[in-house]
């Protein structure tokens, strides 16, 4: 099955942000938490994947709300957002301090498969 997946990066710049996604979506599919992504934005199932957005932004923020909205109506889907660690966001409160100080954080939609 395909997921919407959003990823939560440092970085300075959208390039770098790419880069470190990619890096993330990899550490993801070797700890099983999917299959595989594509990581070709014409093939993805949904909109504007692969096209990081600053944190800071109205759109950054509007990304972190559905990706939780996600979390909590489909409980079977898995998780929708992860750090630049790969680990899950399973509540708001853990990002309570990148909201703080969004400055220099990214976000990016991918098609997983789980």
């Not at 938490?33 to 600053?54: E, G, I, T």
């Not at 409160?93 to 098609?111: M, S």
């Amino acid at each position: 099955m395909h997921y919407l997946v959003r990823i939560v990066v440092e970085a300075d710049d959208a390039e770098t942000a790419k880069k470190e996604t990619t890096r993330v979506a990899e550490e993801l599919v070797e700890s099983g938490y999917h299959d595989w992504f594509n990581d070709n934005p014409k093939l993805s199932r949904w909109d504007n994947c692969w096209k990081p957005v600053a944190l800071h932004t109205d759109e950054g923020l509007h990304e972190i709300n559905e990706a939780f909205k996600e979390q909590l109506t489909d409980q079977y889907a898995g998780y929708h957002l992860f750090d630049l660690d790969g680990n899950p966001i399973m509540e708001p409160l853990e990002f309570a301090d990148w909201v703080k100080d969004p400055f220099g954080y990214w976000i990016t939609r991918l098609d997983c498969h789980e």
